[in-house]
């Protein structure tokens, strides 16, 4: 049985309206120029870390990359922004969503456009401070390092595929 027969919701084509995108994820890694936006599904011990915003939404931590960014400077700095945290050991990558917008133009100026590829990673993590909450980005109120599947139901405020998400990073990191 293939990764899209036991996570077929995380796989089905699918749209973003809040971005104008419509994606499609796949365990195939993207071109470092098409990434966009990192995000990284944090494991403290046999626990997943959550950030809740303002909006009540649990998220993973992660977003935008920056002009001239690395993905793993980006991933640093979305990790110490959003959950204070630092990631100890390897980084692993999950896969993709591979999106293409029909916005006119792109997101930030520096951005590819209109395909695009939102990174999905998987580290142990450390949580060293609260989040720093720039003037630009999600107002994280609260993180938490929380039991697995508790973690996963959480996460389906941050949409329907977070569970599959979620799951297949237990799987993959964590086997």
Request: proline residues 9%; contains cysteine.
């Amino acid at each position: 049985m293939t990764l899209a027969d036991r996570y077929p919701l995380l796989h089905t084509p699918t749209r973003w309206e809040w971005g104008g995108l419509d994606v499609q994820f796949s365990t195939d890694p993207p071109p470092d120029g098409l990434v966009t936006n990192i995000h990284v599904v944090c494991f403290v011990g046999n626990e997943i870390v959550l950030c809740r915003d303002d909006r009540d939404v649990w998220l993973v931590p992660g977003g935008t990359r920056e002009a001239g960014e690395s993905i793993d400077e980006c991933m640093r700095r979305e990790l110490r922004e959003e959950a204070g945290a630092r990631p100890v050991g390897s980084v692993r990558w999950l896969g993709a969503h591979y999106a293409t917008s029909d916005h006119p133009a792109p997101y930030r100026d520096w951005q590819p456009h209109p395909h695009k590829a939102w990174l999905w990673c998987a580290a142990d993590v450390v949580l060293e401070s609260a989040p720093s909450n720039p003037d630009d980005a999600e107002n994280i109120i609260e993180v938490r390092a929380i039991p697995i599947p508790e973690a996963i139901r959480l996460a389906c405020t941050d949409g329907d595929h977070m569970a599959e998400l979620l799951s297949l990073a237990v799987e993959l990191h964590r086997p």
